[in-house]
């Protein structure tokens, strides 16, 4: 495969075969040469779980100590009282059937959609075209709610989502290159511990199996699992 010259130059900054500690990892992330852009900065996991069984396919939601860096685009669909307050709360699009209509044409410019129960009857007919991209609300993430405004402000400050994928790896943002080391450190750990106290009692054998930090242009760097495992 061709690598462009960002990429080798980045590559020839790490030793792929290393595991570094995260203070380490971080550290080589940041030092690397990077696009024009703050890149974001991510975490990937692999879990020693089988998504395909229902009680170990891991799906939550929490706040990050620092953030994630990104301007998140938020959609409620409300009505009444709880609509008034996601508008006060700093929702970008409030709405109910218009809001329905115009996704189900085919408008999806947001990143989180955030839904009454009562509103779940009309969302759920949405499933064909905001499951695939990770949109549905979901009361296991805390995007089904009848307080609305809290989800939305929590979004707004750095609250982030993570599930397993089909092969049993989870995927999470921690921040961006400009943020400080040690913001990308406590929102790193924090994650990680987060994953970790979510280990299923079904799961069996080392549940934390692997561990990659990466930039959006970057290779990964590898982490020592062991340095989270320590510390829980």
Same mark, same amino acid.
């Given at each position: 495969m061709h690598r462009g010259k960002l990429y080798t130059s980045q590559l020839a900054t790490i030793d792929?075969?290393?595991?570094?500690?995260?203070e380490e990892a971080i550290a080589k992330i940041k030092a690397m040469p990077h696009a024009k852009f703050d890149e974001s900065v991510e975490v990937a996991m692999k879990l020693g779980v089988d998504p395909r069984q229902s009680d170990q396919a891991l799906r939550g939601?929490?706040?990050?100590?620092?953030?994630?860096?990104?301007?998140? &685009?938020i959609v409620v669909a409300a009505e009444?009282?709880?609509?008034?307050? =996601?508008?006060? =709360?700093? =929702?970008?699009?409030?709405?109910?059937?218009d809001l329905i209509a115009k996704i189900s044409e085919g408008w999806l410019e947001f990143d989180v959609m955030i839904a009454t129960p009562s509103a779940m009857r009309e969302v759920r007919k949405l499933g064909r075209a905001l499951g695939p991209r990770g949109l549905m609300p979901n009361p296991k993430t805390g995007t089904v709610t009848d307080d609305p405004a809290a989800a939305v402000r929590e979004a707004k400050a750095g609250r982030i989502e993570y599930r397993t994928d089909r092969g049993g790896c989870v995927h999470v943002p921690v921040g961006k290159v400009s943020f400080s080391e040690l913001a990308?450190?406590?929102?790193?750990?924090?994650?990680?511990?987060?994953?970790? &106290?979510? &280990?299923?009692?079904?799961?069996?054998?080392?549940?934390?199996?692997?561990?990659?930090?990466?930039?959006?242009?970057?290779?990964g760097v590898r982490i020592d699992p062991r340095h989270f495992t320590r510390s829980t």
């Amino acid at each position: 495969m061709h690598r462009g010259k960002l990429y080798t130059s980045q590559l020839a900054t790490i030793d792929r075969e290393s595991l570094y500690t995260l203070e380490e990892a971080i550290a080589k992330i940041k030092a690397m040469p990077h696009a024009k852009f703050d890149e974001s900065v991510e975490v990937a996991m692999k879990l020693g779980v089988d998504p395909r069984q229902s009680d170990q396919a891991l799906r939550g939601a929490m706040a990050l100590p620092h953030g994630t860096g990104k301007s998140v &685009r938020i959609v409620v669909a409300a009505e009444g009282d709880a609509a008034t307050a =996601a508008r006060a =709360a700093g =929702a970008d699009v409030v709405g109910m059937d218009d809001l329905i209509a115009k996704i189900s044409e085919g408008w999806l410019e947001f990143d989180v959609m955030i839904a009454t129960p009562s509103a779940m009857r009309e969302v759920r007919k949405l499933g064909r075209a905001l499951g695939p991209r990770g949109l549905m609300p979901n009361p296991k993430t805390g995007t089904v709610t009848d307080d609305p405004a809290a989800a939305v402000r929590e979004a707004k400050a750095g609250r982030i989502e993570y599930r397993t994928d089909r092969g049993g790896c989870v995927h999470v943002p921690v921040g961006k290159v400009s943020f400080s080391e040690l913001a990308l450190q406590e929102n790193t750990t924090a994650v990680v511990n987060t994953i970790i &106290r979510s &280990r299923p009692s079904s799961a069996k054998g080392v549940f934390l199996q692997s561990c990659t930090m990466s930039a959006t242009m970057s290779p990964g760097v590898r982490i020592d699992p062991r340095h989270f495992t320590r510390s829980t």
